[in-house]
C-alpha cells in the first residue's frame, strides 16, 4: 500500500513543460523575425584601384590623409577642425571645385570621415575618394 501511495505522489510533483517550449520556441522564431528588420547605419565606401584614380585633377581640392593621420591641404599640414575654414576659402575662387580624399593605407577611418563631413559642411558640391598607397 505504501509503494502505490509513494507512486501516486511522484506523479503529482512532475512539471508539464510543453506550454514553456511553446513559449520559448515563440520566443525564438519573434527574435529572428526582428533581427533580419534591423538594418546598422553606416558609411559605405567604394575605393578605387590606385592605378585608376587620379587626383592631380585641376579642378578638385586635394585633400591628403596620411597613414598617421596627418591631413594635409596645399602642401601644408592642417588640423582637423581647421579643415573646414580651408575647403570654404578654396570654394569662395572657385564654387564648382569638387573635393577628392586621398587615403593612404593605414589611416583611420574616423579622420576620414571627420574630412568628408567638413567637405560637406564646408558646401562642396562633390567628395571624391583617391587611394593613396605608401608614398
Known amino acids: ?6 507512486h501516486h505522489e511522484d506523479e503529482g510533483a512532475e512539471i508539464d513543460l510543453t506550454p514553456m517550449l511553446d513559449v520559448v520556441f ?9 533581427a533580419s528588420f534591423i538594418k546598422e547605419a ?3 565606401i567604394s575605393r578605387p584601384d590606385s592605378a585608376k584614380s587620379d587626383p592631380s585633377d585641376a579642378t578638385s581640392i ?3 590623409i596620411r597613414s598617421d593621420d596627418q591631413i594635409w591641404m596645399e602642401n601644408r599640414r592642417v588640423d582637423t577642425r581647421a579643415i573646414r575654414a580651408n575647403i570654404q576659402r578654396l570654394l569662395a575662387n572657385d564654387p564648382q571645385q569638387g573635393v577628392t580624399i586621398k587615403v593612404e593605407k593605414g589611416a ?5 570621415v571627420d574630412v568628408a563631413d567638413a567637405a560637406r559642411e564646408a558646401g562642396a558640391p562633390s567628395v571624391n ?4 598607397g605608401q608614398q
Not at 26 to 34: Q, S
Open 1 to 6: 500500500m505504501r509503494r502505490l501511495a509513494r
Open 26 to 34: 515563440i520566443m525564438l522564431i519573434f527574435f529572428i523575425v526582428v
Open 42 to 44: 553606416g558609411v559605405e
Open 62 to 64: 586635394l585633400v591628403q
Open 108 to 112: 583611420r577611418s574616423g579622420t576620414v
Open 129 to 132: 575618394w583617391a587611394s593613396g
